[in-house]
């Protein structure tokens, strides 16, 4: 392969990447924003009648875009399985089968255990209406139909981030619900008022804000300097703010180090770091070290591709997109 062919290569694989999500910021609709409301919904189910999202108004509504005769999507309905049963009829969740013609959609039905709706897009016209990006793809909608937030595609965090949209879009305080829900030492106020802090910076990174993100996780920080979520993800929106912030950025990727030697972002972002300052070979020993302790390695090839590509190691960086790529379809 040509080294101009190489390049290609590495280009369209990384946008693959971010476009089936997993790896960095990722969206699971193109056709519809967080804050909007979301499109209409009528479709047949698996049972003979018609589901209309319409009918849920005044409850949270979880809208998952599935496929028959995949992994992830049969993962993801279980986690809503779950879901279903911690918000009782607080909530309804829906699932929207996109090839009902692959198979046949109620034995599918039947051996995922789902407990809610499975509804037949055969024309793929709600696919469209939403402009899925990648399936499975999750939409949370507040009681009024507005859509809270979104989760494309399935990775071990999915279950969380759909919980957590739904409490938000119920109107609950994500940080104190879940120290209510754990066992353990009741956290301190500190500790409280920087996840409130960093929960709203993950909101503002999802809709775009990320002068405010940076702001409101620089605050949550100050908060709790002991908070090692909080300095790994100040450290990354520095980097996403310009590459002149990477001494800053360092600093708090080594702080949440100390704090939790098993942070990926933070490990992730000092190689950024060491890329950025032209240390190449430092920034790829530290993500290759990094991959062999790592049980879902993806993102780390993905930032391995993405230093090779910088250095020009174009073949380099297609092996790595594509070991990141083979993990992520899994």
Same mark, same amino acid.
């Given at each position: 392969?040509?080294?101009?062919?190489?390049?290609?290569?590495?280009?369209?694989?990384?946008?693959?990447?971010?476009? $089936?999500?997993?790896? %960095?910021?990722?969206?699971?609709?193109?056709?519809?924003?967080?804050?909007?409301?979301?499109?209409?919904?009528? &479709?047949?189910?698996?049972?003979?009648?018609?589901?209309? $999202?319409?009918?849920?108004?005044?409850?949270?509504?979880?809208?998952?875009?599935?496929?028959?005769?995949?992994?992830?999507?049969?993962?993801?309905?279980?986690?809503?399985?779950?879901?279903?049963?911690?918000?009782?009829?607080?909530?309804?969740?829906?699932?929207? &089968?996109?090839?009902?013609?692959?198979?046949?959609?109620?034995?599918?039905?039947?051996?995922?255990?789902?407990?809610?709706?499975?509804?037949?897009?055969?024309? !793929?016209?709600? @696919?469209?209406?939403?402009?899925?990006?990648?399936?499975?793809?999750? %939409?949370?909608?507040?009681?009024?139909?507005?859509?809270?937030?979104?989760?494309?595609? @399935?990775?071990?965090?999915?279950?969380?981030?759909?919980?957590?949209?739904?409490?938000?879009? #119920?109107?609950?305080?994500?940080?104190?619900?879940?120290?209510?829900?754990?066992?353990?030492?009741?956290?301190?106020?500190?500790?409280?008022?920087?996840?409130?802090?960093?929960?709203?910076?993950?909101?503002?990174?999802?809709?775009?804000?990320? +002068?405010?993100?940076?702001?409101?996780?620089?605050?949550?920080?100050?908060? +709790?300097?002991?908070?090692?979520?909080?300095?790994?993800?100040?450290?990354?929106? #520095? #980097?996403?703010?310009?590459?002149?912030?990477?001494?800053?950025?360092?600093?708090?990727?080594?702080?949440?180090?100390?704090?939790?030697?098993?942070?990926?972002?933070?490990?992730?972002? &000092?190689?950024?770091?060491?890329?950025?300052? %032209?240390?190449?070979?430092?920034?790829?020993?530290?993500?290759?070290?990094?991959?062999? #302790?790592?049980?879902?390695?993806? !993102? $780390?090839? *993905?930032?391995?591709? =993405?230093?090779?590509?910088?250095?020009?190691?174009?073949?380099?960086?297609?092996?790595? *997109?594509?070991?990141?790529?083979? =993990? $992520?379809? !899994?």
């Amino acid at each position: 392969m040509g080294g101009r062919a190489v390049r290609v290569a590495a280009v369209v694989l990384a946008g693959a990447l971010l476009v $089936l999500g997993g790896v %960095g910021r990722s969206w699971a609709f193109r056709a519809v924003k967080e804050g909007s409301p979301a499109p209409a919904l009528s &479709l047949p189910s698996v049972g003979g009648d018609t589901v209309n $999202l319409a009918s849920f108004k005044g409850k949270s509504v979880v809208v998952a875009f599935v496929r028959q005769g995949q992994g992830k999507s049969l993962e993801a309905v279980k986690a809503l399985t779950e879901v279903a049963g911690t918000f009782g009829d607080r909530v309804a969740v829906v699932a929207v &089968l996109v090839n009902p013609d692959a198979g046949d959609p109620a034995a599918w039905a039947r051996e995922a255990q789902v407990s809610f709706p499975v509804l037949l897009d055969a024309d !793929r016209t709600a @696919y469209a209406r939403y402009g899925v990006v990648v399936v499975p793809s999750t %939409g949370v909608l507040d009681p009024e139909g507005g859509l809270v937030g979104e989760v494309g595609g @399935y990775t071990h965090g999915y279950r969380d981030a759909v919980d957590r949209l739904v409490r938000t879009a #119920l109107g609950e305080q994500v940080a104190e619900t879940a120290e209510v829900a754990a066992s353990g030492p009741a956290k301190s106020p500190e500790r409280k008022a920087a996840e409130r802090q960093l929960q709203k910076a993950r909101l503002l990174v999802k809709r775009r804000m990320a +002068d405010k993100a940076v702001s409101a996780a620089r605050a949550a920080v100050e908060a +709790d300097d002991t908070y090692a979520e909080a300095h790994a993800l100040l450290g990354s929106l #520095l #980097l996403e703010e310009s590459d002149g912030n990477a001494d800053e950025a360092a600093t708090h990727f080594h702080r949440a180090l100390e704090l939790d030697p098993k942070s990926t972002e933070a490990k992730v972002g &000092l190689a950024r770091v060491r890329s950025i300052l %032209g240390d190449y070979d430092g920034a790829v020993a530290e993500l290759e070290k990094a991959v062999r #302790l790592t049980p879902r390695p993806e !993102r $780390l090839y *993905y930032e391995l591709g =993405r230093i090779h590509e910088r250095a020009g190691r174009y073949e380099r960086a297609v092996e790595a *997109y594509r070991k990141a790529l083979e =993990r $992520l379809l !899994r």
